[in-house]
């Protein structure tokens, strides 16, 4: 019972901030943004660039008219020498001047730009990859080889990675960069909510201490609950916001759409990852049944259960440590050398999350999903590929035992530490509360 009122009033105090408001109501506007944004620039990328004069001084006139114009930047050729053609440039008649010189034992490889105004980056990549080309045919020409022979040589390559069953030996193909890209999303969120909600209690507790609040509450609550009523009910403050983005963001979103074209990133073409892209182009399907193919083969059902049951334990855990340390300390200035250790055991498995991803099955990516402390983030990178269940069931009794083993541990060094002021504390001293 007493738990249920600290629980109410920890969720009541946060979800009624200001900042909790702002946050909660900005934040799907920004993730709505990141959406449509490229859209909104990519439909109005010629009112943002300038169309741009660009004069070519080639003196080894193997470029001459093979430079393609585009939509902003035109290339003129002229007989000029560079001096003369830097002049027309400071005097406004061109925007640039691209000089291409000459060599006498090898076609030419460098050229420069000369602009009274930085260019875009885009226009040097343009004229690089131009020259090229035009450079690669002139190598070609001069071997005996027929560039469109070449050409026609291109092929692209498509390897389909097909899992099998253990069990029944049922066939599923697998999209390696989808699941890839899926697992370090799923990590990222748990890793950042485990450091913004852990940190809120460890906040909460140090203000509570600060204020000598807690003498009164202490006074008729164990601190064990009011340890546990404050770790639950900003986790409660943590899902209500994360299911509010998520309605919102897709209300927006849905708002958006409407009023915007259908644009072609939202295709195959640009969805996520470039297999995807690759898979479009093949001629043996459609794009369109390419994607609703990589959307099948994840288990969205198995995923979201699994993602749950490692965001309750893997905050729980770090926040009865958060919660500890901030009864430890009084100010926010005092917890860096607790803190610090801590949160270094989280930071591991995603430094290492690339590691983990490539290769989901490894020695690396299993003992990471199997300690208690890296099990959230290594875990949510390996799920997307598929997890045996018993792995599944072997972390999650692992990560909720350790939970319960450091609930109690943290629960006698906040017994302890919530009503101690004025004295720095140490390790050795923590340790020696846990004896007690």
């Given at each position: 019972?007493?738990?249920g009122?600290?629980?109410?009033r920890e969720y009541?105090t946060?979800v009624?901030k ?9 934040a ?13 620039l990519?439909?109005s990328?010629?009112k ?9 001084c ?10 393609e114009?585009?939509?902003?930047n035109?290339?003129?050729y002229?007989?000029?020498?560079i001096?003369e ?19 006498t ?13 930085q ?15 035009v450079?690669?045919?002139?190598k070609l ?8 022979i070449v ?5 692209s390559i ?16 697998s ?6 890209i ?5 990590a ?7 450091f913004v909600?852990?940190?809120q209690?460890?906040?909460g ?7 000598r ?11 064990f609950?009011?340890?546990?009523g ?6 409660l403050?943590?899902?209500t ?15 958006a759409?409407s ?13 996520m990852s ?12 459609s794009a369109?049944?390419e ?8 288990n ?8 749950l049951?490692y ?8 926040s ?5 340390v901030?009864s430890?300390v009084d100010?926010?200035t ?9 949160s270094?055991m ?9 590691l983990?991803a ?14 208690p402390f890296?099990?959230?983030v ?8 598929g ?12 990560l909720?035992?350790t939970?319960i083993l450091?609930?109690w541990?943290?629960?006698k ?13 140490s ?6 509360w846990?004896k007690y």
């Amino acid at each position: 019972m007493k738990i249920g009122i600290i629980i109410q009033r920890e969720y009541l105090t946060r979800v009624k901030k200001r900042s909790f408001i702002i946050i909660t109501f900005l934040a799907p506007l920004f993730f709505a943004a990141l959406m449509f944004l490229p859209v909104i620039l990519m439909e109005s990328s010629e009112k943002f660039d300038e169309k741009r004069t660009i004069a070519v001084c080639d003196e080894s006139k193997m470029f001459y008219g093979k430079l393609e114009n585009t939509e902003v930047n035109t290339f003129l050729y002229i007989d000029n020498d560079i001096d003369e053609a830097k002049e027309l440039v400071k005097n406004g008649d061109y925007d640039g001047v691209l000089y291409i010189p000459a060599t006498t034992l090898s076609v030419p490889t460098n050229a420069e730009i000369y602009s009274m105004k930085q260019l875009p980056m885009s226009l040097t990549s343009h004229i690089r990859s131009s020259m090229k080309q035009v450079v690669e045919h002139q190598k070609l020409l001069a071997s005996g080889i027929d560039p469109a022979i070449v050409k026609a040589s291109a092929t692209s390559i498509n390897v389909q990675q097909i899992k099998m069953s253990e069990k029944d030996g049922t066939e599923q193909k697998s999209f390696g960069e989808f699941e890839f890209i899926l697992g370090i999303f799923l990590a990222l969120i748990i890793y950042m909510v485990i450091f913004v909600f852990g940190g809120q209690v460890m906040r909460g507790v140090i203000e509570e201490k600060t204020n000598r609040i807690v003498e009164v509450i202490i006074s008729s609550v164990k601190p064990f609950e009011l340890m546990m009523g404050k770790i639950i009910g900003v986790a409660l403050v943590g899902l209500t916001q994360f299911l509010l983005w998520a309605v919102l963001t897709l209300a927006i979103s849905g708002i958006a759409s409407s009023f915007l074209p259908t644009p072609e990133v939202f295709s195959a073409g640009t969805v996520m990852s470039e297999q995807i892209t690759e898979m479009a182009e093949a001629e043996s399907s459609s794009a369109l049944t390419e994607v609703f193919e990589v959307i099948n083969s994840i288990n969205f059902k198995d995923i979201l259960w699994c993602f749950l049951l490692y965001f309750i334990g893997g905050y729980f855990l770090y926040s009865a440590m958060f919660a500890a340390v901030g009864s430890a300390v009084d100010s926010e200035t005092d917890t860096q050398q607790f803190a610090t250790p801590i949160s270094l055991m989280l930071i591991i498995p995603m430094i290492c999350s690339s590691l983990i991803a490539n290769a989901p099955d490894s020695s690396l990516a299993l003992w990471m999903s199997m300690i208690p402390f890296t099990s959230p983030v290594g875990m949510m990178l390996r799920i997307p590929f598929g997890v045996p269940i018993w792995q599944i069931a072997v972390s999650v009794t692992i990560l909720f035992a350790t939970f319960i083993l450091f609930t109690w541990f943290a629960s006698k060094v906040y017994r302890t530490g919530i009503l101690m002021y004025g004295k720095k504390v140490s390790w050795k001293e923590i340790f020696r509360w846990i004896k007690y």
